[in-house]
Nanobody, 120 residues
Framework: QVQLVESGGGLVQAGGSLRLSCAAS????????MGWYRQAPGKQRDLVAR???????NYADLVKGRFTISRDNAKNTVYLQMNSLKPEDTAVYYC??????????????WGQGTQVTVSS
């Protein structure tokens, strides 16, 4: 099994910044895509940003230019630097990791979520 532990959420004023971290642990052979998703109350969970093991990134249009995703492969950790935060960024942010474990089973794991609240 693979566990994802997120940290870094909180309350911030509009225009502020937060940095989210997500560390994966367990029986990991390799991690491929790692990403961040968010879900606001009453809405579906949407992709925020994703990064491949080789560092290729893609972002939701709503966060381009404000958010930056990065990863440390040695630590099996993915980060999300969020700048110029807006009230509409308020949501629960979830980490996702895909890959293979040592038994060659597919990994598609989710973190428990971390709340990000942006006040106006």
């Amino acid at each position: 099994q693979v566990q994802l532990v997120e940290s870094g959420g909180g309350l911030v004023q509009a225009g502020g910044s937060l940095r989210l971290s997500c560390a994966a642990s367990g029986s990991i052979l390799r991690l491929d895509n790692m990403g961040w998703y968010r879900q606001a109350p009453g809405k579906q969970r949407d992709l925020v940003a994703r990064i491949s093991s080789g560092g290729i990134t893609n972002y939701a249009d709503l966060v381009k230019g404000r958010f930056t995703i990065s990863r440390d492969n040695a630590k099996n950790t993915v980060y999300l630097q969020m700048n110029s935060l807006k009230p509409e960024d308020t949501a629960v942010y979830y980490c996702n990791a895909q890959g293979l474990d040592w038994a060659k089973r597919v990994i598609d794991s989710w973190g428990q979520g971390t709340q990000v609240t942006v006040s106006s």
